[in-house]
């Protein structure tokens, strides 16, 4: 059996750990999933558990994303099951986001994917998640919405990794996926930034 199977697996289980539900229970009384927007990703965190949890959090679920694709990347998957490396290696990155949106210890109700998704994409394209991160910043200071930034740079890494890793099609098809799962995951945000009710982020 290809051990692409395995390291994805592992990647899902990974990604199944709720870091921020997990850091809050250890260090504060607060429920993520009972307050703000009641999501258990970095943002939600940071606005009820405060900026030291909430960036643990971001740190914590880039690295399950991130963790599987560099096991995969020096395992030196090969060609098996008429799949190439790069499509074996891709499977492993989206193994974590499954398991972040749908985390078997949750009862499949997770978080929304996007900071997992960014450690997905550092070691397959550095310089796309570079110039992701000024986008996201100058959305952000803009309009101040954390949502719209995540959205908008979810939805344009695909064109990043097509100019950037033209030698893999698996990669651009594994963005393309990432990008139509977190827009499924902010259906909420994305409706409220239409209605002009959605949360500005503070910088005081």
Request: with cysteine.
């Amino acid at each position: 059996m290809p051990v692409g199977i395995f390291i994805g697996l592992f990647g899902y289980l990974l990604g199944s750990i709720p870091t921020g539900l997990l850091l809050t229970r250890l260090f504060s009384r607060i429920d993520p999933r009972e307050k703000g927007s009641k999501n258990i990703g970095a943002t939600n965190i940071f606005r009820t558990a405060g900026k030291t949890l909430g960036i643990l959090t971001l740190m914590g679920d880039l690295l399950k994303g991130m963790a599987p694709v560099v096991i995969a990347m020096k395992w030196g998957l090969t060609d098996q099951w008429g799949l190439s490396g790069h499509a074996w290696i891709a499977i492993v990155g989206m193994s974590p986001i499954l398991g972040h949106v749908f985390p078997i210890f949750l009862g499949f109700k997770g978080g929304k994917g996007v900071a997992t998704a960014l450690g997905v994409y550092l070691p397959i394209s550095l310089i796309s998640v570079l110039i992701e991160c000024f986008v996201f910043l100058g959305m952000v200071w803009k309009w101040r919405y954390i949502s719209l930034g995540s959205i908008s740079c979810a939805t344009t890494i695909p064109i990043l990794i097509a100019y950037f890793r033209s030698d893999s099609q698996a990669y651009f098809i594994l963005s393309v996926i990432i990008a139509a799962l977190i827009l499924y995951r902010h259906q909420s945000n994305i409706a409220r930034l239409l209605q002009g009710t959605e949360n500005k982020w503070k910088t005081k």
